[in-house]
C-alpha cells in the first residue's frame, strides 16, 4: 500500500480528506511535452526547458514560473478553491469541477506571469538570437505547455 504525506498548509481538515483522493497538477505534463513544429529537431523537450529556467543551470539562472506563481498565491487559491467547492457542492457536482477551475486558474496566473517577464532579463547573446529581452518566450511553445491535470 503506497503512504501519503499530506502538508497541513491551513486547509480545512474535512477539505484535505476529501481532496486527498483527488488532486490537480499544475505544470507541463508528459501529453504537452514536446516542442512545437516549428521547432520538431529542437533536442529538448517543454518539460526539460521549463525545468532547467524553474531551477536554473550552469549558465541559465533560475526563473521561477510555477513554484514563484503557487507561493505568491497560495491565500487567493485557497479562496478560490473554497468558493468554488461550496458552489460545487451546492449544485450537487462532484469535486472534480473545483479542482479542475483552480488549476485553470494557477495555470493561467502561470502564464500571466510569463508574459509579465520574470527577472533576470535574457543574455545578451540570447537577445540576439531571438529579438526580444524577455525570458522564457521564445517560439511560445513553453507556455502553451503549461496546463493542469486532476489525478486521483
Known amino acids: 500500500m503506497k503512504t501519503r504525506i499530506v502538508k497541513d498548509s491551513g486547509w480545512p481538515r474535512w477539505l484535505l480528506r476529501l481532496v486527498q483522493k483527488k488532486q490537480v497538477t499544475v505544470g507541463i505534463h508528459q501529453k504537452r511535452a514536446n516542442r512545437s513544429k516549428k521547432k520538431a529537431g529542437a533536442s529538448r523537450t517543454n518539460v526539460q526547458i521549463g525545468t532547467i529556467h524553474e531551477f536554473g543551470s550552469g549558465k541559465i539562472p533560475q526563473r521561477s514560473f510555477l513554484r514563484s506563481t503557487y507561493d505568491e498565491n497560495l491565500?487567493?487559491?485557497?479562496?478560490?478553491?473554497?468558493?468554488?467547492?461550496?458552489?460545487?457542492?451546492?449544485?450537487?457536482?462532484k469535486v472534480d469541477v473545483p479542482l479542475r477551475l483552480v488549476g485553470l486558474k494557477i495555470a493561467s496566473d502561470v502564464r500571466r506571469k510569463i508574459d509579465a517577464g520574470i527577472p533576470p532579463p535574457n543574455a545578451p547573446s540570447t537577445v540576439k538570437r531571438k529579438g526580444s529581452s524577455k525570458p522564457l518566450i521564445d517560439t511560445g511553445a513553453l507556455k502553451r505547455s503549461i496546463g493542469y491535470e486532476v489525478k486521483t
Open 75 to 93: 491565500p487567493k487559491y485557497k479562496e478560490y478553491f473554497e468558493r468554488a467547492y461550496a458552489r460545487a457542492t451546492k449544485a450537487k457536482k
